[in-house]
């Protein structure tokens, strides 16, 4: 048996039940009708089951069209919802300030009913359309997202060998001391043996565990998160290269009671990005990475400064855009700083390039507290 196929709804708004009648018959055979005489009641019904499209008035007793419109755009998750006016105003100087406003068309009273099916059905179309391409932008970014994990992993191999290879070597080790011990008699150490081959084994399983949160694909998760936490575990993650490059990260400057709501994972992998491209300057040579972190009244204000050559002048404009790297091909995506706006915009932050000279360069981004 075949789904039913799915009916777009429209909210018809108007305090005139006429209206309401007609409109309602012009558009029952296509659409999935529902209606709100007045702007307050539009509002919550809006709040309950987004409709598709909205057909509007403007002249209502209480909050008039121009209100709603004005509550509906400011509504993150309502302002996508195309919204027609409909209205006795035939002026011009009305319908421009109702398209100023936001509206995606106006239609005059009397009705035609030819004329508002024609432009309910485009609108209807150009909000297919647009759902469509917004799914598409949404699922390639999350694809991209994902390689410049992998990638960024791929890059992480010696260290991931190195962090895998001391813990089983301390492992091993001890269970030869033990086998020794058991061998000669000499029975006192055995429960030191056992214990550091615990411990080993615990450090072996904590860096797969975080090995498989970083490169997992996964939806946003937001909870209040410490931000040292975050950037310890990006530090872990990058703790080899960073003593085989000698570069020091000072995070001296990160208040210690300063929690963010975030991601951890993703917001761990905007700190391993940012890091890693200052590694990637400075590693030629001893460096220094500084962290630092507040808050204001709205958000965390974190910076990243390093001490290496800087930027190159003709690339500033265009570092936060995709594939521009000047790396190696498997030393870099040309995605990382892209990858990092975009998980930044996606919790609300933002980042720019505060600082970029010969001294080396600065990152400032933000991040909610709440």
Same mark, same amino acid.
């Given at each position: 048996?075949?789904?039913? /196929?799915?009916?777009?709804?429209?909210? @018809?708004?108007? &305090?005139? /039940? %006429? =209206? $309401?009648?007609?409109?309602?018959? %012009?558009?029952?055979?296509?659409? &999935?009708?529902?209606?709100?005489?007045?702007?307050?009641?539009?509002?919550?019904?809006?709040?309950?089951?987004?409709?598709?499209?909205?057909?509007?008035?403007?002249?209502? /007793?209480?909050?008039?069209?121009?209100?709603?419109?004005?509550? $509906?755009?400011? =509504?993150? +998750?309502?302002?996508?919802?195309? !919204? @027609?006016?409909?209205?006795?105003? +035939? &002026?011009?100087? &009305?319908?421009?300030?109702?398209?100023?406003?936001?509206?995606?068309?106006? @239609? #005059?009273? /009397?009705?035609?009913?030819?004329?508002?099916?024609?432009?309910?059905? #485009?609108?209807?179309?150009?909000?297919?359309?647009? +759902?469509?391409?917004?799914?598409?932008?949404?699922?390639?970014?999350?694809?991209?997202?994902?390689?410049?994990?992998?990638? %960024? *992993?791929? %890059? *992480?191999?010696?260290?991931?060998?190195?962090? !895998?290879?001391?813990? *089983?070597?301390?492992?091993?080790? =001890?269970?030869?001391?033990? @086998? +020794?011990?058991?061998?000669?008699?000499?029975?006192?150490?055995?429960?030191?043996?056992?214990?550091?081959?615990?411990?080993?084994?615990?450090?072996i399983n904590a860096l797969t565990d975080r090995l498989k949160g970083y490169s997992k694909k996964r939806g946003q998760s937001n909870a209040l998160t410490p931000l040292n936490t975050i950037i310890d575990d990006a530090l872990e993650m990058l703790r080899y290269r960073l003593l085989q490059c000698g570069i020091e990260v000072n995070t001296s400057g990160v208040d210690n009671d300063l929690k963010v709501s975030c991601d951890p994972h993703q917001i761990s992998q905007v700190f391993i990005n940012l890091i890693n491209n200052s590694t990637d300057a400075l590693c030629n040579g001893s460096g220094m990475i500084f962290i630092q972190a507040s808050k204001n009244a709205e958000a965390a204000r974190v910076t990243l400064t390093d001490n290496g050559p800087g930027i190159p002048t003709d690339k500033i404009d265009t570092i936060f855009e995709p594939f521009i790297t000047e790396k190696s091909d498997d030393k870099g995506t040309g995605l990382g700083l892209f990858i990092t706006r975009h998980i930044l915009a996606r919790h609300g932050g933002e980042i720019h390039l505060s600082r970029s000279d010969t001294s080396g360069s600065e990152f400032t981004f933000t991040l909610p507290l709440s």
């Open positions: 048996m075949s789904p039913t /196929p799915y009916r777009m709804t429209v909210l @018809i708004v108007d &305090d005139m /039940p %006429t =209206n $309401i009648k007609i409109l309602g018959e %012009t558009l029952r055979k296509d659409y &999935d009708i529902s209606f709100a005489r007045s702007g307050t009641k539009a509002l919550e019904m809006i709040a309950e089951h987004l409709p598709d499209l909205i057909l509007l008035d403007i002249m209502m /007793p209480g909050i008039d069209g121009y209100e709603v419109l004005r509550r $509906i755009k400011e =509504n993150p +998750d309502h302002s996508h919802i195309p !919204v @027609i006016f409909i209205s006795a105003r +035939d &002026d011009e100087k &009305d319908e421009t300030y109702g398209l100023e406003m936001g509206a995606v068309d106006y @239609i #005059t009273k /009397p009705f035609r009913p030819a004329v508002v099916r024609a432009r309910v059905r #485009t609108h209807m179309e150009l909000k297919m359309h647009r +759902d469509r391409l917004n799914s598409l932008v949404h699922d390639r970014t999350r694809q991209l997202i994902h390689s410049d994990r992998l990638a %960024t *992993l791929g %890059t *992480l191999s010696a260290a991931v060998a190195h962090e !895998v290879k001391n813990p *089983l070597h301390y492992v091993v080790g =001890n269970a030869e001391m033990i @086998i +020794d011990d058991i061998l000669s008699g000499n029975m006192g150490s055995i429960q030191q043996s056992a214990v550091n081959i615990v411990k080993g084994a615990k450090r």
